[in-house]
């Protein structure tokens, strides 16, 4: 157990023992290993609604959210009875159902871009096949993506990543061999000068531009205003393609994504964490032409033995369901506001420089003065300002994202009540920040 953690914790931190042995890291995924934040990470037995349940019998009001998909808390009720009802009738075919073409049309009703879509099992999948899609139908090899912006671990896309990977760090991975990241040609995010200036050199070696519209992986950053307007118009003049990667953004900040909140139509679309409803889920589409490049109509090869899988269609469907009507998304909205303004006020009575950055229910506080326009503004961030208020806050029975450059989720399940306790419970954590 690090010195720092009470005994309040120990269950979980005789836990991470254990899986530490056993797991490296004691995880499976690296920003759950707390490393950034020096503790112990705590061991979860259950969720329910905006709240999650420890080892040690701790209750926490939740902001990680898994990382975006739990859009409606945890374990609601419509979800849970269509998984149970579709696990009963089994959980794995390797042939088609009906689920597949019910969650496509909603799919393709929702987001303008998409006219035909794959499923697969997570982002990483989503963006590797997108990024294998454009190069396919453009017959070019150079990709752009912005230094922070995260896509998954594919070795393409894993050069100066955000997330997990700038938590830990890591600009790139090892076992990445150079030939693989050849072609990944990096720009700062919002810097609309810089890409011109790339594709005036390039533009015709370029497949693709793909990017989150929101960058979420920097903590949250939204677009500044014509940016991505100005992206399309790039990547339409050098005949390349625009890769929106709305893994995060989609259904998320709006029912049609951020393509939708933002007026602007990629070529292709990558989707993933709300849309499988909190299971392995995540899918790629884009038009009927470019589409017809995918196995089996077409050359590009990308398959998946549990992809479509009819436990994530049914969390997917009653998920998008919720969702559709737009009701979910007002209080979503109402909720985030009153949480960024109630923390921005307690960072501000605090004396503590926060710029609070927020895109629907996604919320970032940047422990920095601001603006925070790209990774470079957000990797000046007090990290260790950071790491003390998440002490405070999970010492309190808040539970965030363990790292500066993740986003925290809000979720319809968390009413007023829940909004005021984390806003007293940042208060003092500012407090103790500036003390
Ligand atoms: N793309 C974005 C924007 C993401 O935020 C993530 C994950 O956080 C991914 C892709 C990768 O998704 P997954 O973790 O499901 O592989």
């Not at 989503?126 to 752009?144: F, Q």
């Not at 393409?156 to 050849?182: N, W, Y």
């Not at 720009?187 to 005036?200: E, G, I, Q, R, S």
């Not at 960024?340 to 926060?354: E, F, K, M, Y």
Request: aromatic share 8%; charged share 20%.
């Amino acid at each position: 157990m690090p010195k720092t953690q009470a005994p309040r914790y120990a269950k979980s931190s005789r836990a991470f023992v254990r899986a530490k042995k056993l797991l490296p890291g004691g995880v499976n995924s690296p920003v759950r290993a707390y490393r950034s934040v020096g503790r112990d990470p705590i061991f979860i037995t259950r969720g329910r609604g905006a709240f999650v349940t420890d080892l040690d019998g701790r209750r926490y009001v939740d902001y990680v959210g898994s990382y975006g998909p739990l859009i409606l808390g945890h374990a609601p009720s419509t979800v849970i009875k269509a998984v149970a009802q579709a696990a009963r009738r089994g959980t794995s075919f390797g042939m088609p159902t009906q689920a597949e073409s019910e969650l496509a049309e909603m799919v393709i009703d929702a987001l303008p871009s998409i006219e035909k879509v794959r499923f697969v099992n997570s982002g990483t999948e989503a963006t590797m096949s997108a990024i294998r899609l454009a190069r396919a139908v453009t017959g070019r090899s150079r990709i752009v993506k912005c230094t922070g912006g995260y896509h998954g671990h594919a070795d393409a896309l894993l050069a100066e990543a955000g997330s997990g990977a700038a938590t830990c760090g890591v600009p790139g991975s090892a076992g990445v061999p150079t030939t693989a990241i050849a072609d990944t040609l990096l720009v700062p995010f919002n810097d609309l000068a810089a890409m011109t200036k790339l594709f005036a050199q390039q533009g015709e070696k370029i497949a693709c531009i793909a990017i989150e519209p929101v960058a979420g992986n920097m903590g949250c950053v939204p677009p500044a205003p014509g940016y991505l307007q100005g992206l399309r118009r790039l990547a339409t003049r050098h005949g390349a393609l625009l890769l929106f990667d709305e893994v995060m953004t989609g259904f998320r900040v709006a029912y049609g994504g951020a393509q939708t909140l933002y007026g602007v139509k990629p070529d292709i679309t990558c989707l993933g964490k709300v849309i499988g409803g909190g299971l392995p889920c995540a899918a790629y589409g884009a038009s009927r032409e470019i589409m017809s490049s995918v196995a089996p109509d077409g050359p590009m090869y990308q398959a998946g033995t549990l992809s479509g899988n009819p436990l994530a269609m049914a969390a997917g469907l009653a998920t998008l369901r919720v969702l559709r009507d737009g009701k979910a998304y007002r209080r979503l909205e109402r909720a985030s506001a009153r949480l960024a303004r109630g923390l921005d006020a307690a960072a501000r009575s605090a004396g503590v420089p926060v710029h609070l950055s927020r895109v629907g229910s996604m919320i970032c506080p940047f422990f920095h003065a601001g603006p925070v326009r790209n990774y470079e503004d957000a990797r000046q961030s007090d990290t260790n300002a950071f790491t003390k208020f998440f002490g405070a806050m999970i010492d309190a029975g808040i539970v965030l994202p363990p790292s500066q450059y993740e986003t925290w989720f809000v979720s319809t399940a968390h009413e007023d009540r829940v909004i005021d306790r984390t806003i007293d419970a940042a208060a003092r954590a500012f407090e103790a920040v500036r003390d």
